[in-house]
C-alpha cells in the first residue's frame, strides 16, 4: 500500500535478534522506546530487542502482526496486533505508535486504517487499544499547562485529556473510552517503614487462617493448578470499565509458558500468594516483576483476592509482603510503578496506604467493527 510516498507493510519476528533480518524488528522496538519516553519524560518503560522479541513470538494463546509504515526507507509508524487464540476471540489488542517528527502527517490514520482491515479479515470484530498521559502532560502536575476539557468513560470513573494526541486519534476513529486507569509510582528511596507497618496490622486483621506463600521466577509444582484458577479468575475478577472482555482460558501449560516467555525476555518476577490454611486453597496473589532493560524499575502486575475471601485485609497483606521480599530480592530496584481502574477505590486506597502516587493515566479504548468490513 502506498499514500503519498507513504509505504505500510508488514514486519515479521525475525527467527532471532542476531539474524539479518533483525534490524527492522529492532528499529520498532526503538520507536516504542522513544514514543514511551516523550510520554513519560524517562525510559522508566524502555523494553530492549530480547524483551519483545519474547513477547512477539507467537505461541498457543496469542498471535502478533506488526505493521510498519515508511516514508523514503524510514520507519516512522508502528502497528502490533495481538490476536488471542484461546478466549476472547472476537477481540484484538491495537498498540500505534507514530514517529514525533511525522505528526499530524496521516501515518496513524493509514496505519489504523490497514491494521483495521487487517483484523477484519481475520473475523474480529472488536479492537481494543490504549493511550498513555503523564501527571504533567495531563494538566494535572506542577509547572503543567493550562488543563483543557476532559474526557470522562461511561461509568464515570476518572477523566481523561481530550486534548491529548492519542485519544484525538481514538476518537477520530470513532472508539469509544471504555475505562480510565491511574498509574502510580512508589519511591523506594525514602526508606519508609510503610510496607513493614502495613504487613504487621494486615497479618493481624486476617488471623490464623491465612498463611503468605512467596516464590521467585516459577510457581512450585503442587500450586500450579491452583495458581492458574487465580490467573484466570483475575482476567475479569478486575474492574474491566466497558471493555467486552471474557474470562481467559488459564492451566498449568499457561502459566509455565508465560513463566518462559518473562524469562526469555530477561524478566524477573516475585509472588507472593496467601493460602488459605482450612482448605489448602490459595485465596489470592500479587506479582512484581522487572526487566533487565529496566534495572531501577519494577511494576505491580496482577493483585487478586479471590471473592470468598475478600474482607479480611488480604490485598494489603499480599502487596505489602511483596514489597518487604523486594527489598532483599531485588535491591537495585528504585521505583515500583502500578495500574489500577479509577473505579477501584479499595486496591488504590491499598496503594496510597503504601506510599504510591500518581504519575498519570491510561485511557482504554473501544470499537465495535461494522462486519461488512471483514
Not at 39 to 64: C, K, L
Not at 317 to 335: C, D, E
Not at 336 to 352: D, P, R
Request: hydrophobic residues 40%.
Amino acid at each position: 500500500m502506498s499514500t503519498d510516498s507513504l509505504e505500510i507493510g508488514p514486519v515479521p519476528v525475525p527467527p532471532d535478534l542476531s539474524s539479518p533480518d533483525a534490524a527492522d524488528f529492532l528499529d520498532v522496538v526503538e520507536l516504542g522506546n522513544l514514543v514511551q519516553r516523550g510520554v513519560w519524560g524517562s525510559d522508566d518503560f524502555r523494553r530492549d530487542g530480547r524483551q519483545e522479541h519474547a513477547v512477539s513470538q507467537s505461541n498457543p494463546y496469542e498471535e502478533r502482526h506488526i505493521l510498519v509504515a515508511r516514508r523514503g526507507g524510514r520507519i516512522v509508524g508502528r502497528a502490533i496486533i495481538d490476536l488471542p487464540l484461546t478466549d476472547n476471540l472476537s477481540a484484538c489488542y491495537l498498540d500505534l505508535a507514530v514517529h514525533p517528527e511525522a505528526r499530524s502527517e496521516g501515518v496513524g490514520g493509514a496505519l489504523y486504517a490497514e491494521a483495521e482491515r487487517y483484523v477484519g479479515s481475520r473475523g474480529r470484530s472488536t479492537v481494543m487499544g490504549w493511550s498513555e498521559v503523564s501527571l504533567t502532560g495531563a494538566g494535572r502536575g506542577p509547572g503543567a499547562p493550562g488543563r483543557g476539557e476532559d474526557l470522562i468513560p461511561a461509568n464515570g470513573a476518572g477523566s481523561f485529556p481530550a486534548a491529548d494526541p492519542g485519544a484525538r486519534m481514538a476518537l477520530s476513529r470513532r472508539f469509544d473510552l471504555a475505562q480510565v486507569d491511574r498509574c502510580s509510582v512508589l519511591d523506594l528511596g525514602g526508606g519508609s517503614d510503610a510496607a513493614a507497618n502495613a504487613f504487621a496490622a494486615a497479618e493481624a486483621a486476617a488471623g490464623p487462617d491465612y498463611e503468605v506463600l512467596r516464590w521467585e521466577g516459577h510457581c512450585p509444582d503442587d500450586r500450579l493448578d491452583q495458581y492458574a484458577r487465580l490467573r484466570q479468575a483475575m482476567s475479569t475478577d478486575a474492574p474491566l470499565g466497558d471493555l467486552d472482555l471474557d474470562e481467559e482460558d488459564w492451566d498449568a501449560a499457561r502459566v509455565r509458558e508465560a513463566e518462559s516467555r518473562l524469562e526469555r525476555g530477561g524478566g524477573h518476577s516475585l509472588v507472593a500468594a496467601v493460602l488459605h490454611r482450612p482448605t489448602g486453597e490459595l485465596a489470592g496473589h500479587t506479582v512484581l516483576e522487572r526487566y533487565e532493560a529496566a534495572p531501577a524499575v519494577a511494576n505491580q502486575e496482577d493483585t487478586l483476592v479471590l471473592r470468598a475471601h475478600r474482607g479480611h485485609r488480604l490485598g494489603m497483606l499480599l502487596k505489602a509482603a511483596n514489597l518487604l521480599a523486594l527489598r532483599s530480592a531485588w535491591p537495585g530496584v528504585q521505583r515500583i510503578y502500578t495500574w489500577n481502574a479509577e473505579e477501584n477505590s479499595f486496591m488504590l486506597a491499598v496503594n496510597v496506604e503504601l506510599g504510591f502516587v500518581p504519575a498519570g493515566w491510561v485511557a482504554g479504548w473501544q470499537k465495535r467493527l461494522d462486519p461488512s468490513l471483514g
